[in-house]
Structure formats: C-alpha cells, structure tokens
C-alpha cells in the first residue's frame, strides 16, 4: 500500500502540471485505460483492468487484485481557416489559416483493485478528461496573443462493486472532480460580459466537484456480457475569475452521461465488443447556449449568456480482441461520434474545436511471467472539419478543424 500511495502522489502530481487534452469525443476521452483505448474505449461490458471504474464500476469484481499505471503521448492538431475579408461594418476576423501551438500532451493514469473475497472489490483510479486546449500565437479576437483556452480535468473515483450472483454484479463510483481553466486573448468581448474583469487573462481558476457512476454487468447468455453504466452530472463550484465568460456566472459543470454495451466471446481467444454512449452536453449552459442571439440579448455571465453552443452526443464502438497465446494479446477498434458543434456555431468554438468524428485504435498486452504485462495502444482521429458563416460579420466563412494521434503504454501487476 506505501508503493501504491507513493505512485498515487507522483501521478497526481504530474497532472497537476500538465494540460489534460486527451482523444475525444466533445471533449471527452475516447476511452480510459490503455488496453480499452486500444479497443476505441468499449469496454462497459468488457472489464480488462482496474481503469473499469471510469466506464463501468461493476467491473472491477473480475478484474482481481492489481495496479495498473498509463502514460499517454497525446497530439491534437488544431487550427481555424478564415475566408473573405472584414466587412468593416461587424466583428471581424483577419483572413488566413492560424494552427494552434502547444501539440504535445503527457498524460499519465493511476488505477488500482483490491478484492475483499470472491464477491466484493474495492478499487479506485485517477485520471483526467479534456480536450479543451488551444494557444493560437495570434490576436484571433483582437485582443492580446496569444489566443485560446486551457481546460484541466482531474477524476478520483473510489469504487465498491459486489457480486449479486456468479454471473451478475453491480458497482458505485463517487467521482471527486477538479477543473482548471485559462481564457486568453478574449478582450474584445468586454462590452458583452457583465463582469469585463472576470472575462479573461486571469491565469488559472480552480474549481471542485463531485458525483456518481453507477454499473451492472452480466453475462446474460452463454459467452454474451451485456454492461450499462451511468454517470450523473458532476457538480462543480463556480470559476469565479471567469465569471464574466461562462453562463451562470462562471458555472461550468461536467455533463451526465451513459453507455451500454455488449461483449461476446465468440472463441475462448476471440471477442468482439460494441458500446453505445450519449454524452448530455446540452444540460450545460455555458456549453450549451448559443451564441447568436444571446450575446445580442444576454451578457456573457448572465444565465442565457452566450456559450459554445454544443449539443447531445451520441458515440458508437466497436472493438475486437484476440489472445493469439498465452503471451500475446491483440487489440483494434472504431468509433464514430455525432459533431456536437453546427456550422453556425464556428466562431466561438475556434476556442475548443472538438470535432473529431472518427477514431481507429490498435493495440496489444505482453505478458511477463504470470502476473505483469506491458500494454500499448495507437489511436488516430481523422481530420474533420466544421464551416460556416461569422456570425458577427457574415461575408467571412469560418472553417475549424482538427485531427489527432495519440501513443499510450501501460504495465500491470496482478496479485
């Protein structure tokens, strides 16, 4: 336990310095743990590690006593194309194509299980979440430069999972939450906000949370898992040096979400998986409003005041693993998310162009000996954009896009 409390400070250590900006969907992560990455992040009916509190809590009964440790080489490549120049009668843009500076991310990952007796576990993992991450080395909105935002998500999720029968279980989660965020180069906007002090170059605000993840997992027929998990909204304290920015004065909660899915051992070394998760970021004002009208009819801050304008999203996985030995397990997936930001939405999100619809993902295990391995997952987004008019001066047509590589290895020790 002093080895584990001892890794435990490093990694949360380490994430405290480093921008969370990991694979996404919005800007949620594609998947937790390095062996569910590399099966494009299905795996709530799939439990492979102690990283299963973080989709599904009821997991962690069949993954036995272990620790398991990730670090993930994370590269979005962000940028914004503006066409048509200033009407000199709205807001407008410089013309020209800006890419977003600050490409690499380290993010490091902790989990560990303790199984009580065959029919209880105990675990719990610290990772992080986000997306949100861009540093434009121009004044994109007039103001200062750089230009961009810095979103920092930190999970703790402590889990209890029983066995209500051989083949059925169920898990909780309490999921402690902190967020950090930066808003740069957003001066421009001060005649908008209620509180121009509040709006942005304020350095880093803090913000802390909590909720709840709940699971069920089964095997239902003869070799088919079916897993369902969900998590509530995750209350945040308000980022109040930001409270002249995001909806409800500075509020900027983590939205609910769900995923149900289902695993089938078609071999003893074969098996497929497919999850199914929907993502409520339209619950979140500050993510949810739009831009246009309310920041004609509201003051950013305000409880209508404008936001990024993002909607519910619906993402789709699917995953395969195959034991080619006793030493050697490998691992591809897919995964497709419906586009959160519609074109009338471009000017805003140049900030946090979350856009990527497709992922591919491969993977492997190598076990040493009998109870370590060293895992590796490869993920690629496809570039993907968004276009559409600036709504603040519509002869100009603004393009976001974005695309994203991502290199994670692990090791494991099972007890």
């Known amino acids: ?42 795996g709530v009916a799939l439990p492979l590690d102690s990283f299963a509190t973080a989709m599904n809590p009821a997991g962690m009964v069949y993954v036995g ?48 299980n303790k199984m009580l007796n065959e029919n209880n576990a105990l675990g719990i993992a610290i990772f992080g979440n986000g997306g949100m991450n861009t540093d434009y080395d121009k004044r994109t909105f007039g103001g200062s430069s750089p230009t961009g935002v810095d979103l920092i998500q930190l999970f703790v999720t402590p889990t209890y999972a029983v066995k209500l029968h051989p083949k059925h279980a169920v898990g909780i989660s309490a999921i402690g939450a902190y967020q950090s965020f930066e808003a ?32 069920y997992l089964g095997e239902v027929l003869p070799s088919l898992f079916l897993g369902a998990s969900y998590q509530t909204r995750i209350y945040m304290s308000k980022f109040d040096d930001y409270k002249g920015l995001f909806a409800e004065h500075g509020d900027f909660d983590i939205p609910q979400t769900w995923t149900i899915g289902l695993a089938y051992k078609a071999l003893p070394s074969l098996t497929f998986a497919a999850d199914v998760q929907e993502i409520y970021y339209g619950d979140i004002r500050a993510i949810n409003n739009p831009l246009i009208p309310n920041l004609l009819t509201n003051k950013l801050g305000d409880e209508h005041g404008a936001g990024f304008g993002w909607e519910d999203m619906t993402i789709f996985k699917f995953g395969v693993q195959w034991e080619s030995s006793d030493v050697w397990t490998w691992r591809a997936g897919y995964s497709y998310g419906e586009e959160p930001i519609k074109g009338d939405q471009v000017l805003f999100n140049i900030l ?47 393009r976001i896009r974005m695309n994203q590589w991502e290199f994670s290895v692990g090791y494991s020790w099972k007890f």
């Open 352 to 398: 946090a162009p979350g856009v990527p619809q497709n992922h591919v993902t491969a993977g492997f295990t190598r076990k040493i000996g009998k109870n370590q391995g060293i895992d590796f997952a490869a993920m690629h987004a496809f570039s993907h954009s968004v276009a559409g008019p600036n709504p603040l001066d519509p002869v100009q047509t603004i």
């Open 65 to 112: 006593t272990r620790i398991d440790v990730g670090l993930s080489l994370f590269n979005p490549n962000r940028s914004y194309t503006v066409s048509g120049q200033p009407s000199g009668l709205g807001f407008g843009l410089q013309p020209g194509t800006v890419d977003s500076d600050s490409e690499w991310f380290l993010i490091p990952a902790l989990g560990a």
């Open 184 to 215: 740069k180069g957003l001066q421009q906007f001060v005649n908008f906000s209620r509180d121009p002090s509040d709006l942005t170059n304020n350095d880093h605000a803090s913000s802390f949370g909590g909720g709840a993840r709940i699971g």
């Open 1 to 42: 336990m002093k080895r584990l409390f001892t890794v435990g400070m490093v990694v949360l250590f380490i994430l405290s310095l480093v921008s969370v900006s990991t694979a996404t969907n919005g800007y949620f992560s594609h998947g937790f743990g390095i062996k569910n990455k590399a099966l494009a992040g299905t």
